[in-house]
């Protein structure tokens, strides 16, 4: 059964720190798709990447980046020189695609406190 | 062009009666997807349609939850008789296929007292 785990249940940073949203995910199929969304205040959800199982390459976006590492079935996600704005509970998610339709599961999530 | 559409986006009702929670996909998007999130909890899927058809229910409630996503209008998830533990915020996203990034509305607050 595919699970996500996101151990860090708040963090607290400085403006300006780096800081490091882990997640860990569990999954049977060799195919599938991981996904990190932010919800900031407000309560909406905000798509920030998805990444296939074949695909390890680091992606970089600006402040945001993302390493994927299958061998210990891991997809962290690092923002660099964090701002206030980066305040908001950040998730991440897991796809399988080989047993047939399976929609997003989500992790608890990570409550970023950015403090100026 | 418009992102997922929610309404209402926050809802009270008191305990017994039901809840219609209405969601419009962004355009050309044909797969809707119902997640609930409970305070402090990540969100759990429910219900998973494409037009005219439920694809995945597993998530849902046998009881007093249905959803349907008509040839024509919004997605609909509908709460019959709600009870307290119903009260928690319920997201729409939709996609142009499956797997692709899902788009997430804002979401409906659902309030029962």
């Known amino acids: 059964a595919q699970k996500v785990t996101q151990a860090q249940t708040e963090i607290s940073v400085v403006e300006k720190e780096d800081v490091t949203l882990d997640c860990v995910y569990e999954t049977r199929d060799t195919t599938y798709y991981l996904f990190w969304y932010k919800q900031p205040p407000s309560g909406e959800l905000v798509f920030l990447i998805r990444r296939n199982s074949f695909d390890e390459q680091n992606e970089i976006s600006g402040r945001y980046s993302w390493n994927f590492q299958k061998s210990t079935s891991s997809f962290n996600f690092t923002i660099t020189a964090s701002q206030v704005v980066d305040s908001a509970v950040y998730f991440c998610?897991?796809?399988?695609?080989?047993?047939?339709?399976?929609?997003?599961?989500f992790g608890k999530g990570t409550r970023l406190s950015v403090i100026a | 062009n418009a992102g997922v559409m929610q309404n209402p986006r926050h809802l009270v009702r008191r305990r017994g009666q039901e809840a219609r929670l209405r969601c419009s996909p962004m355009?050309?998007?044909?797969?809707v997807y119902w997640y609930r999130q409970l305070p402090e909890e990540g969100l759990k899927f429910m219900v998973y349609l494409q037009k005219e058809n439920i694809i995945d229910e597993s998530g849902m409630p046998k009881e007093r939850f249905s959803a349907e996503f008509p040839k024509e209008g919004p997605s609909i998830l509908r709460i019959q008789q709600v009870v307290r533990g119903d009260s928690a915020a319920y997201f729409c996203?939709?996609?142009?296929?499956?797997?692709?990034?899902?788009?997430f509305g804002q979401g409906t607050r659902l309030t029962v007292v």
């Open positions: 998610a897991l796809s399988e695609t080989n047993s047939g339709n399976t929609p997003l599961v």
């Open positions: 996203a939709s996609s142009p296929k499956l797997y692709t990034e899902a788009f």
């Open positions: 355009k050309g998007h044909s797969h």
